[in-house]
């Protein structure tokens, strides 16, 4: 599955968010944006895991580093279940918590 494909199926389960982006027409720009953000995350946790585990076979090793970026991407997008009920994730919000937690090049 390609970066693109798993950061869209993400963004789909978080229906509001992925709503105001497509409607915003944001959609595509933060799919990419967080898609180099994944492919960046899992390519540093890979060499970390080889280094920490050469025994380890390079498919279980590439398994254990996406699930490792996933879940730092995951923990970086807005969820209405982080706020408060009665306050739904803005356009702005979302997209200046993605900036602020995306990795500087």
Excluded: F, N
């Amino acid at each position: 599955m390609q970066y693109k494909t798993i950061v869209l199926e993400l963004l789909k389960e978080r229906t509001e968010l992925h709503e105001q982006l497509r409607l915003t027409r944001r959609l595509l720009p933060t799919v990419e944006s967080c898609a180099r953000e994944l492919k960046a995350s899992h390519e540093t946790w890979k060499e970390t895991l080889a280094k920490s585990q050469p025994e380890s076979h390079p498919s279980q090793i590439s398994s254990e580093a996406m699930e490792m970026a996933l879940g730092e991407l995951e923990d970086r997008l807005p969820t209405v279940s982080h706020q408060a009920e009665t306050e739904l994730p803005t356009l702005d919000g979302a997209m200046a918590y993605l900036v602020g937690h995306t990795p500087k090049r």
